[in-house]
């Protein structure tokens, strides 16, 4: 069938490229660093989104839509922001297109239709959305104004990896405004601990939270708040991140307030934002040599059903029983498929669910339909048990909530064991080079530590975890006095 | 309060223009064109996304995602959709800004990062999609293929309005590839039904399914199936297009597949959308002098209740009961807002949920809690009767289907009574500068007719209805034979 893949032993950065194309996820396409999203792919990022977006709602946050055009001029407001965002992105200069005199069939840009101001293709939007938000913030009953926005924007990225690195992805940005800080700072610590929460409990991906060091937090931020994950390889990955924006964009924007004591006021921003690059961290963090492993609750199908069969005849009765079990699961919000195709074999059929990550398979055949039972085979653990006709919807349900509970407890266990207390820089560069994973160190908060150790070892500084008993010590590249120790790692 | 509109018959296309202003649904942009969907505007297109949505996976549709950016070269590949598309649009031609060395904290684009092609901002995704395709397709067991993509696009408008016509705009665009021709125009038929339904009972707005001349049907299709609607100034709206591509697009981009007798054939296509577009025509087609005007499918909120108090003991004794209605009505899925704000008056917050177009508006206080009774007042109407709280969840319940199937019988009575059947040029020209609407008149068939009765009287022809009964008859412009009437309309 041509789909076997690339061991993730043998060349782990080769597995998740092919996996994430042979499983149906995303394709590279016509646009360098740019890839397209297939259905299959698309379908667990739907589910990434309404979940999100209903957390977002419950906790009194409002979508709406902003332009995808940023003119210069607003990146040129916030200095910080430019430096970090305006440099490497599109900028479009025309707007017409004209048939080509000197090359029929050909078309160029119309030298006539340039713009007066060239506009950016947002590579996020706090620009363009403090801009808005101006002239809809006058007084402090219009705070906290809680907006989010599911969109998709462009990075000139040089490197590209399918959803970890594109340079157009899809994402949401939160943007919301306060009149105090104290609420701001709060607002911002309560999205990072629901994106946490959302990750841990649907996406069944361990995550550290903690704030990132001055030189990797947010351009433009005073406070960067984060996820971070573990993968396979023992790499970190940034699975979302939350800012305490203070009063930069404010006063970048002019957005002012009458508070209730009648005084002119900054407001107090955050920003927020999680992307398609979940769906890397999906792929990484559980999946095998065989192919995608998917949670039940992100998975688009979580039960398929294989009939097996030499004949038409035996087919017909097979599918009666596969129908009723198909139904019944169906009517208990089980996301079941039935794949009754007769022009690929069960051999077949068993290896592209195994690939595309489908939780529980269930073959049934003729001896099945006399003993009254079902092969059930687990996607993650690859084992397989006889069960039941009986009862079985049940035993399906309860299977997937374990199955959901053991891809955490797997990879939480797998992610704690690869966080490594290091307390000289030779066991730093010991560790990081024969396990890899958290390097749990020493440093001394200064920048300029940071830039050493990731020039000398490529690893940086993922996080200060927020939760940590609190304990001084000698900075492990300096020898410094350190007031706590960080999370170095290598990182996607 | 100064959200008092402009009366529809001083100024209707100002009445519009304020009205999605004050009632929270759009604003104009930092960006020439490009418009903000609003929170409240952005909520009544998220309930247009989900059902649509909905409606296409159950009809076998799967949702995926393609790149923003369409290579020039591929729209060189179609020749009539770059002469219709690629004309006029925003041109990517770099991929950085730098600090302008000559004006301190300004940007410029920086010279060197021009790009070798030029890249297009979509306008539309046949292109860049069927470009794809090629590498999806190669055997009849790969069809059909049925794809639709949630999406913003931008076509470079000079003049634009809110909604109705802008730069930026969100839509969904479906394409699908089939292996037969009858396959693939019974899929454009099914989806312009599809539309046609929703449109008709989801907003309650009526329209007129038909099929496109020649001159205003999509570059690179067919056909061009179309719903049309008529807004209440008398000018009509095209609500949605799905167009039979013939093999135009397999063709450009050699999109071939092994057929079940084993032949090499090319591919069929359709493409279809709707767009933030419909948000205009929902505004246009219920709303009047006092505001929105909301059918209770799409209102984000379908029931307030504001109490009537004159002290705190008063909200308190009236927010219990309210209080309890409102949970009642949450039970049943009513959408519900009480509304118990001290800082705003009832009569405010009256004339606010009308302009907001809330179908229900409940207002309760002391005397009713002696009574036992409500005021409830529609928005459509604008009537008002007195309700037993015993009971009145089933009597909204009841109402708000009312209102949805009220507002569909007005607007369709409305629209009916501006068709006209006209049989003279001047006939023509009289009603449609006195009543407007559409005029059903027999047309010879030509371009050039079209063209010519446009250029007098600003009217297209808007469609040829596919339910009509055949008549022939001399066209109202050059008296030539004409097989059937088509309607004709000022449009926006």
């Not at 340039?114 to 506009?119: G, N, P």
């Not at 939007?125 to 907006?147: H, M």
């Not at 792929?283 to 294989?306: C, E, F, K, R």
């Not at 068993?350 to 996607?379: N, S």
Request: proline share 3%; charged share 30%; aromatic share 10%.
């Amino acid at each position: 069938m041509g789909k076997s893949l690339t061991r993730r032993e043998e060349d782990y950065s080769k597995w998740y490229n092919e996996l994430v194309v042979k499983a149906d996820l995303a394709e590279n396409s016509a646009v360098r660093g740019c890839m397209t999203i297939k259905p299959y792919g698309y379908a667990i990022w739907e589910k990434i989104q309404a979940e999100l977006d209903s957390k977002f709602k419950d906790t009194g946050h409002e979508n709406a839509y902003f332009p995808l055009f940023v003119p210069k001029s607003l990146f040129e407001a916030e200095e910080k922001n430019a430096e970090g965002f305006a440099k490497e992105c599109a900028v479009v200069t025309h707007y017409r297109l004209q048939s080509d005199p000197d090359r029929p069939g050909k078309l160029r840009v119309d030298p006539e239709a340039k713009l007066d101001e060239e506009l950016v293709v947002r590579p996020t939007s706090e620009a363009v959305i403090w801009n808005t938000f101006k002239g809809w913030i006058q007084s402090y009953r219009d705070l906290p104004l809680k907006i989010n926005q599911w969109a998709n924007v462009v990075r000139w990225e040089m490197r590209t990896r399918l959803f970890l690195r594109t340079t157009e992805f899809l994402w949401q940005e939160g943007h919301t405004a306060h009149a105090t800080k104290t609420e701001a700072v709060e607002e911002a610590e309560l999205i990072n601990t629901l994106y946490a929460n959302f990750v841990e409990k649907f996406m069944a991906i361990p995550v550290i939270q903690g704030i990132k060091s001055e030189s990797e937090k947010f351009a433009g931020a005073e406070e960067t708040y984060c996820i971070e994950a573990l993968m396979q390889d023992g790499k970190a990955l940034q699975a979302g991140t939350s800012h305490f924006l203070g009063e930069n964009f404010a006063k970048a924007f002019n957005v002012k307030f009458t508070s209730d004591q009648g005084k002119q006021e900054y407001v107090w921003a955050t920003s927020w934002g999680v992307s398609t690059r979940l769906m890397g961290a999906l792929v990484m963090t559980h999946s095998d040599d065989n192919g995608l492993v998917l949670p039940p609750n992100l998975a688009p199908i979580q039960v398929v059903i294989v009939p097996i069969f030499k004949n038409e005849e035996q087919l017909e009765l097979v599918s009666e029983k596969a129908n009723l079990i198909a139904n019944d699961l169906k009517s208990k919000g089980v996301r079941v498929k039935f794949d009754n195709r007769t022009t690929h074999k069960p051999g077949w059929k068993f290896a592209e669910y195994e690939l595309k990550g489908i939780p529980l398979r269930i073959a049934i055949g003729p001896k099945d339909l006399e003993k009254g039972t079902v092969e059930l085979a687990r996607r993650d653990t690859l084992s397989k048990t006889f069960e039941n006709q009986e009862g079985l919807t049940v035993v399906i349900e309860n299977l997937l909530k374990d199955i959901q509970h053991d891809l955490f407890i797997k990879a939480e266990a797998f992610r704690d064991d690869h966080i490594t207390k290091v307390d000289t820089f030779e066991e730093f560069k010991d560790v990081l080079n024969s396990k890899g994973g958290f390097l749990f160190a020493h440093w001394d908060g200064t920048s300029e530590t940071e830039e050493k150790i990731k020039g000398l070892t490529k690893a940086t500084i993922r996080c200060i975890p927020l939760e940590q008993t609190k304990e001084t010590g000698k900075c492990v590249f300096s020898g410094k006095e350190s007031k706590q120790r960080v999370l170095f790692a290598k990182a996607y």
